[in-house]
């Protein structure tokens, strides 16, 4: 691959202000000249133009208290946060052009290149068509077979745009949905790669696989084409691309649009591809994230290969009418487009991932809506959290070749297809678990896998088939779903082995054909089995996003470490950075904008209401990305960690788009084994704060919601590794969003090239035995919305309020991913009217330091007082695996486990000490040993007036119990068990 960026040397940074003005500063080690340039647009006015930028030299503790004020780039289009950008490719040093037959690869890649070399930071495209007319040739190594030995070989591959690590792609975009489908704004065109020979182009190769012992795997390598290669911790946001050669009548492959070749932290974000062959293709990676973005691909919309903890899709349609509807130039019709990709196309195609979170996923009109199923070249296959899935129109709504024992929860979808297709379908070679709870149906349901459970909870099947449920093989759970018509209900192959259903079918009746050989049918009709169904119509997101009311943008150059060296800042900063954030807010508010580059910050500052702090990033990023880093050795003061926070936010203040990184953790007599404890490192003070895109390279505690009434705070994408607190919510706060919180040891141990100065650690055995990473209190009304954390005490907490004495109240978690966890899900304090819903929860123990481990821990103590009988706990589509010592514990309370995987069970798997529990549409996959003695038993009770009931699962090596004080275990279960 071709090497951007030089240490000693940059040209061409430019800050840009909203009347056009700019001053271009070009600079090297041993001179500095400063040439301006200005002009007028309308009748706006100059408000400053004091500005000096630092380049990237090596070792270097630059800065000079000057400053600009300006305002963010106006952009005929409306964006979710003001833009701002020191790297505008229509600039002369630049010299991108939107002019017919203009090559602008140079240009951008100039652009892209200067950003790079500046620390990090936006590259921004104005409105309008950029054509795109060259190559560039890179090579990638690969560890290939000759014979039986092993070698590395270099494969060349063409590409277009490289985007280097900590560098963003950004343009002027306008939504098609809200603009009768039409393509607007910024529009890169790609007059490059038709009928390419290395569209899609593989090679056999040999890796060790680090989640499995290093084990020795065979794999296909992509040595593809593609348009823009993403490195780790990019993005490309807010723009279109179109292939204006492509012929609906003769379509011809090109090379994958987004190409993602490995690392952490690519985003695509508002992007509309028109009309790719190939849209976006991740393979071995971590931590992709396409939202809010739509295609049109002739072929394959998504791919993904190999991705770690985890890949999010999230509010992405894929459908052929955004190429027909988008008014641009040659553009076929509806019925052309729909033509080809119904005959052709694969919306979203994942082969191994581990916890990808997908929601609010649209296709239609495909062969194929979604696929899933193993690698190429071995067995490993994913499991995956679907959310709010709408398939409609296609052959195959979701087929699924094969999952991972941890399998796919599926809520709150739809899936549809045209006549004689299938809404879903199972391959031969599925054999584990996929569970659908509140999805409808429209086509058949149809399984020819080898074994497995796939379980239905408050579904509806409609079709106009034979059969809306055809199962060859394996088992069959059907809880409280509805067939919509009569009769044509469910068909049992020769080799299906159990079909349970509980108050399914047409008014009460449930029709089947059974040709088995010896399947168990049990049907169960009682309204003692009645339950309240999965909640609809969950918000997953702000209506608006957090920005500062005003445009204005103070930029700062203030001391700080620079380069790709691992030099850490000397100076502190933190009275200039706080008077900086005071002058904004004199200026009625805005965003003080820091600069690529390491910031030493020694005291707490406080962002002022209306007050936006804000570091080069638009997107999610990983530690070892660069960019703007705030290095701190605060710890509190005389106070110690009950001392101020080191950012403080006022009312309606943010911070978005940097890292944190606490250089003193494990030093000075600290360790890894024992890291230094310090306050939290950002407090909100007050209702509408803000955290975006923020990443914590190493600390002790993350963020504090919970000290002051933080209501409508919005927390997305706050990532990184913490030794004792994640973020901690409460004061009474109604209304706040907590998303994609991702927590991770790896952030610690993963650094930026040249290490820039951050210190490498790994807490994780720290983490397992000490932190709370996500603790809720007292709080209404809140979201929260596909966090995960790995390695944490306790993953996900709930207790009583510290401030208000109140308990937690009634909440929704979407999408929660516990792994490495010593107890996945606490409830430490509930009273009666605490109701803590869950939804597509993956919850996981490991072989921590705690003798004791359990996926659900509810009630600190058996019959303790701290959680009333009648709180509740109700988690509906779980997937529980790992190593637990008991499943779950259950010490007060009432607890629902509505369908769930216990890949493992424990021993026992549910023990019940002191509470209520009912356990529906569940598959409890670990065999038990023959002898039924102890604790190894599926329930467990422990003394009088509790109860169990267990209603509708299935059990792989059949219903064990252990009623040691005649308490009461009871459900259909036990029914059919005595029988």
Not at 140 to 145: H, K, L, S, Y
Request: hydrophobic fraction near 35%.
């Amino acid at each position: 691959m071709e090497q951007h960026g030089n240490s000693n040397n940059v040209t061409g940074t430019e800050g840009h202000f909203k009347n056009g003005s700019s001053l271009t500063c070009h600079m090297n080690r041993e001179n500095l000249s400063i040439t301006k340039t200005a002009s007028k647009l309308g009748n706006m006015a100059m408000i400053a133009i004091i500005v000096l930028f630092i380049a990237n030299t090596a070792h270097a503790q630059v800065g000079i208290e000057q400053q600009a004020d300006q305002q963010s780039i106006k952009t005929i289009y409306p964006t979710k946060d003001w833009v701002i950008s020191d790297f505008v490719v229509t600039d002369p040093e630049f010299g991108a052009k939107a002019e017919p037959g203009f090559d602008n690869r140079s240009a951008f890649q100039a652009a892209i290149d200067a950003a790079y070399n500046n620390g990090g930071g936006v590259v921004y495209v104005p409105t309008g068509n950029y054509e795109f007319r060259s190559t560039q040739t890179a090579t990638r190594n690969v560890r290939v077979r000759q014979g039986a030995e092993q070698v590395m070989k270099d494969f060349n591959y063409q590409y277009v745009l490289n985007i280097p690590s900590s560098v963003q792609l950004r343009g002027d975009w306008a939504d098609p949905e809200l603009n009768k489908g039409k393509v607007l704004g910024t529009i890169l065109e790609v007059r490059v790669g038709k009928n390419a020979p290395n569209y899609n182009g593989t090679v056999e190769s040999w890796w060790n696989d680090s989640q499995a012992g290093n084990a020795l795997r065979t794999t296909y390598t992509s040595i593809a084409d593609r348009f823009i290669d993403m490195n780790s911790g990019t993005g490309v946001t807010n723009l279109s691309i179109w292939y204006p050669e492509q012929d609906i009548n003769d379509v011809k492959p090109y090379p994958w649009t987004l190409f993602q070749p490995d690392g952490d932290c690519v985003t695509i974000e508002n992007v509309t591809l028109v009309n790719s062959y190939n849209g976006f293709y991740s393979a071995p990676s971590e931590l992709h994230y396409v939202l809010n973005s739509y295609i049109t691909a002739l072929n394959t919309g998504i791919e993904v290969h190999v991705c770690t903890d985890i890949g999010r899709i999230e509010h992405v349609k894929i459908d052929p009418k955004y190429w027909a509807n988008s008014g641009l130039p040659g553009s076929p019709s509806l019925a052309k487009v729909a033509g080809y990709t119904k005959a052709n196309g694969t919306g979203f195609n994942m082969h191994r991932s581990d916890w990808e979170y997908v929601s609010n996923l649209y296709v239609s009109d495909y062969k194929t809506g979604m696929w899933v199923g193993r690698e190429p070249g071995y067995s490993d296959t994913p499991n995956a959290q679907f959310y709010e899935i709408h398939i409609k129109n296609c052959e195959t709504g979701i087929y699924v070749q094969a999952v991972n024992p941890y399998g796919l929860l599926i809520s709150n979808s739809t899936f549809g297809t045209e006549k004689d297709g299938k809404a879903v379908y199972f391959d031969n070679d599925f054999k584990t678990s996929v569970q659908f709870n509140g999805v409808d149906f429209t086509g058949p349901v149809v399984s020819d896998g080898s074994d497995g459970v796939i379980s239905f909870e408050s579904c509806t099947f409609s079709n106009d088939s034979e059969y809306a449920l055809k199962v060859n093989n394996g088992n069959v759970l059907l809880t409280q779903s509805e067939f919509k018509k009569p009769a044509g209900h469910v068909f049992l192959g020769s080799d299906v082995n159990t079909l349970k259903s509980v108050n399914s079918g047409y008014s009460g009746k449930l029709e089947i054909k059974n040709d088995s050989k010896s399947a168990k049918v049990e049907i169960n009709n009682s309204k003692e089995y009645l339950f309240d169904p999965i909640p609809k119509n969950v918000v997953t997101d702000i209506k608006v996003h957090p920005k500062p009311a005003s445009n204005n943008v103070l930029k700062v150059d203030l001391p700080r470490a620079t380069g790709f060296n691992d030099d850490q800042p000397t100076a502190d900063v933190s009275a200039q950075l706080q008077k900086a954030l005071n002058e904004v807010k004199a200026l009625g508010g805005g965003t003080l904008y820091l600069p690529g580059g390491r910031y030493l910050v020694n005291n707490p500052i406080k962002i002022p209401s209306g007050v936006e702090l804000r570091g080069t990033w638009d997107v999610q990023h990983h530690t070892q990305s660069g960019g703007v880093g705030i290095f701190t050795t605060y710890t509190g003061g005389a106070t110690g960690e009950k001392g101020p926070s080191l950012i403080q936010l006022e009312a309606s203040a943010g911070i978005s788009g940097l890292t944190i990184s606490q250089l003193n953790i494990a030093s000075d007599g600290y360790s890894a084994e024992n890291p230094r404890p310090t306050p939290f490192l950002i407090q909100g003070q007050g209702p509408d704060v803000y955290i975006v895109n923020v990443t914590v390279g190493g600390g002790d505690k993350g963020i504090d919601l919970a000290s002051y009434n933080t209501s409508r705070h919005y927390v997305d994408y706050f990532a990184g590794v913490l030794a004792r607190a994640g973020i901690w919510v409460g004061g009474g706060a109604e209304g706040g969003f907590i998303r994609n919180m991702q927590l991770n040891p790896h952030y610690g141990s993963r650094l930026p090239q040249g290490g820039q100065g951050y210190p490498k650690i790994s807490l994780t055995r720290f983490v397992q035995s000490n932190c709370s990473a996500l603790k809720f209190a007292d709080i209404k009304n809140q979201t929260i919305f596909n966090n995960f954390v790995y390695g944490s005490f306790y993953g996900i907490h709930f207790l009583k309020d510290a401030i208000t004495g109140r308990n937690p109240g009634e909440m929704t978690v979407i999408g929660h991913g516990s792994d490495g966890c010593s107890y996945s899900l606490f409830v430490e304090d509930a009273d009666k009217n605490t109701k803590l819903i869950a939804i597509n929860s993956e919850l996981v123990n490991t072989r921590t330091a705690e003798p004791v481990r359990s996926y659900v821990l509810m009630g600190g103590e058996a019959n303790t007082s701290k959680v009333h009988p009648d709180a509740q706990l109700i988690l509906y589509n779980s997937a529980f695996w790992g190593s637990p010592t008991i499943g779950a514990i259950i010490n007060s309370g009432t607890v629902r486990f509505q369908q769930a995987n216990f890949q493992r069970s424990g021993a026992p798997a549910i023990d019940n000490r002191g509470g209520k529990t009912h356990v529906y549409s569940s598959y409890f996959a670990q065999r038990m040993p023959e002898e039924a003695n102890g604790d190894n038993v599926h329930a467990k009770l422990h003394t009088t007036n509790v109860s169990t009931e267990l209603t509708n699962n299935y059990y792989i090596s059949g219903f064990r119990e252990n009623n040691t004080k005649s308490g009461e275990i009871y459900g259909s279960d036990i029914v059919s068990d005595k029988k």
